[in-house]
């Protein structure tokens, strides 16, 4: 019943139709009745989940056979812990002998197993991976691509897909318009905010540190999880702020800040080091908003200094440098 219940969450927060019948037991007759439902609405895909195990189970093997015979699926899709390792490989090559499986997706590819079962899966089976699971949320189910995971497994890291990762994620609107309030040195509380969910948004730490060439290796050992909570710590602060406290940082006198710290369940001496972090910030980005003033005057670059920039040089800065 847990596991109907669950998909029927996952079916609303992807706004897809799921149809369960708590108390059936016929799988049969389940298949027959969803496709006829899948029917009455007009969808062309139909999706089949069907009960996990973490071994061989020829009762539940031969009543898949029976709803493979049934159905005639175009795509069979095994789901491998890829925690399990050699043992994986095991349940695939019983599930393909007995079904004839298309193709498999790897989860738990997050964790300290960098998925040396895919190798062995592609090699032993013969059927490729299809997608691979990087986390518990919606969006981490990944296409599999094997030169990257060649990568990982190898410890060279993933950079294109943390860059994929961070074009997903990053609001481009939003970078050019906060961008902009740095080169003017107005970056406020409530711009921070906004850039910490952006990060959040790519992920754990521990993923995103697993796709950097030695990232993983380096950082063996290492409490990732200690940045994860200083993220939502810094963000409950400034949620626990005003409006008007987030856009005047100025406006937080001791008694303000005690109900700040209040309000978040941290100690005012944490309300007071996050402010600090920020005023440092910004006088920084004051800094780097003359420093780009001075080369705009310049001409965008160092004209003058053969070969650096302006007349017979290189053109100046490339444009856009400091965005990226």
């Known amino acids: 019943p847990a596991a109907m219940d669950q998909l029927a969450t ?46 061989i189970d020829e009762p539940l093997v031969q009543e898949l056979v029976r709803l493979r015979d049934l159905v005639q699926p175009s795509e069979i899709l095994l789901v491998l812990d890829a925690a399990t390792g050699q043992e994986a ?49 919606l969006e981490d189910l990944e296409p599999f ?28 609107e939003e970078a050019r318009r906060l961008e902009e309030k740095m080169r003017k040195g107005q970056f406020t509380l409530e711009d921070f905010l906004a850039q910490l969910r952006q990060m959040r948004k790519l992920g ?22 200690r940045g994860e909570k200083e993220f ?35 100690k005012v001496s944490e309300v007071n080091n996050l402010l600090n972090r920020f005023h440092q910030m910004q006088q920084m980005m004051k800094k780097m908003g003359k420093f780009q003033k001075m080369l705009a005057r310049m001409g965008g670059g160092v004209g003058g200094l053969g070969g650096l920039g302006g007349p017979g040089g290189s053109g100046g800065l490339p444009p856009g440098m400091f965005r990226r």
């Open 10 to 55: 996952l079916g609303r927060q992807l706004d897809l139709p799921v149809f369960v019948k708590p108390g059936e037991t016929d799988v049969l007759r389940l298949a027959r009745e969803a496709r006829e439902a899948a029917a009455a609405r007009q969808r062309n895909v139909l999706l089949f989940d069907t009960a996990g195990r973490l071994h």
């Open 89 to 137: 490989v095991n349940v695939a090559t019983h599930f393909h002998q007995a079904l004839g499986i298309t193709g498999a997706v790897l989860t738990k590819l997050d964790g300290d197993a960098r998925g040396g079962a895919a190798l062995s899966f592609r090699a032993v089976v013969g059927r490729p991976i299809k997608f691979m699971g990087v986390g518990e949320k």
């Open 145 to 172: 691509h094997p030169e990257r995971m060649a990568q990982r497994i190898l410890g060279m890291g993933d950079v294109v897909s943390l860059v994929e990762k961070a074009a997903e994620a990053v609001d481009q």
């Open 204 to 225: 754990p730490l521990e993923s995103l540190v697993g796709l950097l060439p030695g990232g993983a290796e380096a950082l063996k050992g290492a409490d990732l999880s």
């Open 232 to 266: 939502r710590r810094m963000e409950g602060i400034i949620c626990a702020m005003t409006p008007a406290e987030r856009r005047n940082p100025n406006l937080l006198n001791a008694r303000r800040r005690l109900r700040i710290a209040n309000g978040s369940g941290v």
